[in-house]
């Protein structure tokens, strides 16, 4: 006797879509089909970020390429895992949208961030995360006095994401040298569940 025939997991086509309607139409459609979904999506942001969104919420991941981008199948693992934004509940997060700090000359702003960027390695608290958004994606690219400053920050526990939507739009995201790339609905998860948010 033969077992049950398994039903085909539904697709959906995010090809084409900017940060972060993937993940948007990736969650909505995966609390619809909770056994499991077919993703269709560009290289790059959209395959990491819908990629990331879906091993954070327990399933696992299977990538290929096919002739017109990448097909991810999201299948649960039976690890689920809380939401990261509900996991960092209470956590102090530093929202840097520009590189350089304050309303000044450009030359003494942009001294300024790169001071601060460095004394946050010898604060007696540091931030649980940071969030570069706009021109502060540019604090964590090849080239930036601050990038090895970042980069120890990272390796004592702080964790550096950078909008990816910011990264293209300055055609810098091959050259993120600290950090990770993050998305808008991410970013959006993470102030939200914030105890604290410190915006420079």
């Known amino acids: 006797m033969s077992g049950r025939r398994r039903c085909p997991l539904k697709t959906i086509d995010c090809r084409g879509l900017s940060c972060p309607e993937p993940v948007i139409r990736t969650k909505r459609e995966l609390e619809q089909s909770p ?3 077919r993703v269709l999506l560009d290289d790059g942001a959209p395959r990491e970020n819908v990629g990331r969104f879906a091993r954070n919420r327990g399933f696992g991941v299977t990538e290929a390429a096919d002739g017109f981008g990448w097909v991810l199948v999201l299948t649960p693992a039976g690890t689920a895992t809380a939401p990261a934004a509900a996991v960092q509940s209470g956590e102090r997060v530093l929202l840097i949208t520009a ?3 304050g309303a000044g000359p450009e030359e003494l702003g942009r001294l300024l961030m790169r001071s601060f960027i460095h004394a946050l390695l010898e604060t007696p608290r540091q931030p649980d995360r940071i969030l570069l958004l706009n021109s502060g994606v540019l604090l964590a ?7 090895e400053a970042l980069r120890k920050l990272g390796e004592q526990g702080v964790e550096i994401f950078a909008c990816g939507l ?3 739009y300055f055609g810098k995201k091959e050259q993120l040298a600290a950090g990770s790339v993050t998305n808008m609905f991410s970013t ?3 102030l939200l569940a914030a105890s604290s948010v410190i915006r420079l």
């Not at 690219?141 to 990038?147: D, L, P, Q």
Request: hydrophobic share 35%; proline share 0%.
């Open 99 to 101: 590189d350089q700090m």
């Open 166 to 168: 910011c990264l293209d």
């Open 35 to 37: 056994e499991g979904l």
């Open 188 to 190: 959006a998860e993470t």
């Open 141 to 147: 690219v090849e080239g930036a006095e601050t990038v």
